[in-house]
């Protein structure tokens, strides 16, 4: 890999690692059976669009890689910006399509679903 | 043409195989949530603090197959081409399914340190659910295949 590729991954990883904050913190409390559903950052505006704590981790955070890179004219930064919101938009979109998929569906036909 | 972000194509094919990878594994998602003929092997987990194999399959398989396409394209043009969206797909699918398996681990640790007298009311609230789409897992009832439950 050259070092483009490199510090896009490491942006990609850099957004991974919020987003497994924020996530990981949400299911262990799930787990534990107090689900922080509707306390900050795991609002939903919209049941079709993902709760604001995605949108810190997958925009929020390559846009502040972003600015930074741009404030501190570092071009490394930038292109870890980059690869990170190559994650950042790929899983908002995945989930946006996710959400919208079950909302357009009618109740009859969901399927309670035995996941954990 | 339409090009707000000022993308070059290596960076634009880069975000199409990021989005490929997250299509591939929502649309997995999707099936296993809406479709009743989905696979039981899929929901499976190898073991409790993995994520389902459905979801490790459908994570892992477009970087992988798009890099097994890389190696099998003749053209260079392409070959480069095929190369950025496998790219692409590595930068999304690899911190996203290293993210899942470590969300999957706190969960099973979350659920192990629930008071035991919670634990025989198991109810999953998950992100996705809303209003409209149950989520409380409700004990099975009438007879199955060895017992009879109530």
């Not at chain 1, 990981?24 to 079709?48: D, L, T, V």
């Not at chain 2, 994520?51 to 190696?71: C, D, F, H, M, R």
């Not at chain 2, 009311?121 to 659910?129: D, E, L, N, R, W």
């Amino acid at each position: 890999m050259n070092p483009v590729e490199k510090n896009m991954l490491i942006g990609g990883f850099a957004t991974g690692a919020v987003d497994f904050g924020l996530e990981g913190y949400y299911e262990y409390m799930n787990g534990m059976g107090k689900s922080p559903r509707g306390q900050f950052p795991y609002i939903e505006i919209h049941p079709a669009i993902p709760p604001v704590d995605d949108w810190i981790a997958c925009a929020g955070f390559p846009l502040l890689l972003y600015a930074l890179g741009k404030g501190l004219h570092k071009t490394s930064l930038v292109t870890m910006a980059k690869g990170a919101s190559i994650y950042g938009a790929s899983e908002l979109i995945g989930q946006t399509v996710l959400r919208v998929a079950l909302q357009t569906q009618p109740v009859a036909a969901q399927y309670a679903l035995v996941r954990k | 043409m339409f090009n707000p972000l000022k993308m070059n194509p290596i960076e634009k094919r880069m975000l199409l195989g990021g989005v490929i990878s997250s299509l591939s594994y929502y649309g997995n998602t999707t099936l296993e949530y809406l479709y009743p003929g989905y696979p039981v092997q899929l929901k499976q987990k190898l073991e409790e603090h993995l994520p389902p194999n459905g979801e490790i399959i459908s994570g892992v398989a477009p970087p992988a197959l798009l890099y097994v396409a890389t190696k099998l394209v003749k053209s260079s043009g392409t070959k480069e081409k095929v190369s950025d969206l496998a790219l692409g797909a590595t930068i999304h699918n690899i911190p996203h399914i290293l993210a899942k398996i470590g969300v999957s681990a706190l969960y099973a640790e979350g659920v192990k340190s629930r008071p035991a007298a919670r634990m025989s009311a198991p109810i999953s609230v998950t992100k996705y659910s809303t209003n409209s789409f149950p989520t409380q897992v409700t004990r099975p009832t009438g007879l199955s295949k060895y017992v009879m439950t109530s």
